[in-house]
């Protein structure tokens, strides 16, 4: 049983990465799919029930926003993977800037996020952490986390 929980501003890549890793093998809880919290709270606790892989696929940029589905999936037993998506604040702009609809962006929130993104850590409850990156041929690499240094103030 493994819940997965993506750490990333908009436009790192994280749904696509979802669509490509887990799509089927792990349900998918997403605000914006969801719509609202209280949505949210019932597909966990039936994931977390029925023992079901399921990866939160939100934003999660700060310790105390993925501090609850980090204890929720460790009591009911599951392990706890953290997928953190590395990316440069200009490229996420881009990516962005070709979406359409409700998933376009404005670039004042994508840097306000960027701003408020606070880095995992394995102390905070994960198994399991990675590095995420789009390489130049547009294609995921997920790499072993190692705790950073110091990061860029331009990627996140």
Not at 7 to 34: M, N, P
Not at 37 to 46: K, P, S, Y
Not at 75 to 92: C, D, K, N
Request: charged share 30%; net charge positive; glycine share 6%.
């Amino acid at each position: 049983m493994e819940a997965v929980i993506f750490i990333g501003i908009q436009a790192a890549g994280k749904s696509t990465f979802y669509q490509r890793r887990f799509f089927s093998t792990h349900v998918r809880l997403s605000l914006e799919l969801l719509r609202t919290r209280h949505r949210e709270r019932i597909l966990l606790r039936a994931c977390l029930e029925a023992k079901q892989p399921f990866v939160i696929d939100n934003t999660n940029i700060t310790r105390e926003a993925r501090a609850g589905y980090i204890s929720a999936a460790k009591t009911a037993g599951f392990i706890v993977t953290g997928y953190y998506f590395q990316s440069a604040l200009q490229a996420a702009i881009e990516r962005n800037s070709r979406r359409t609809g409700r998933a376009f962006i404005p670039v004042k929130g994508i840097a306000g996020t960027h701003k408020r993104l606070e880095l995992p850590r394995l102390d905070e409850g994960f198994d399991r952490l990675w590095y995420v990156e789009i390489d130049a041929a547009n294609e995921f690499v997920a790499k072993e986390w190692k705790e950073p240094e110091a990061v860029s103030d331009d990627v996140c």
